[in-house]
């Protein structure tokens, strides 16, 4: 049974830093495609945040490039996502997740096989 276990969450000052991590049972990461989305409060989920492939390359989309950074260990747990320069609009549940099929576009939820429950990122003074 696979399991995606996200932490690191929680209030942080706009400006600031956090850092997520995924942890995984049941699954060999260095074999799957990982990403993070985030659902904002009252709004759908959005697409893909970023994604990392077996191969070690990566995506980001826009709203957060040059300011998220996705890394992983093939070897061991867990993924991470380095939040920097933090903004109240990235005020959401971030949720892990992990696709068995590898893919150069891994944008939309329905790409992806496992989710974690999410952990919230608040970001206020």
């Known amino acids: 049974q696979v399991q995606l276990v996200e932490s690191g969450g929680g209030l942080v000052q706009p400006g600031g830093s956090l850092r997520l991590s995924c942890k995984a049972s049941?699954?060999?990461?260095?074999?799957?495609?990982m990403a993070w989305f985030r659902q904002p409060p009252g709004k759908k989920r959005e697409g893909a945040l970023c994604f990392s492939r077996p191969d070690g390359s990566t995506y980001y989309t826009a709203a957060v490039r040059g300011r998220f950074t996705i890394s992983r260990d093939n070897a061991e747990n867990p993924v991470y996502l380095e939040m920097n320069r933090l903004e109240p609009e990235d005020t959401a549940v971030y949720s892990c997740?992990?696709?068995?099929?590898?893919?150069?576009?891994?944008?939309?939820?329905?790409?992806?096989?496992?989710w974690g429950q999410g952990t919230q990122v608040t970001v206020s003074s």
């Open positions: 049941g699954l060999i990461l260095g074999k799957n495609v």
């Open positions: 997740t992990a696709a068995i099929a590898d893919g150069l576009l891994k944008l939309f939820e329905s790409d992806y096989d496992y």
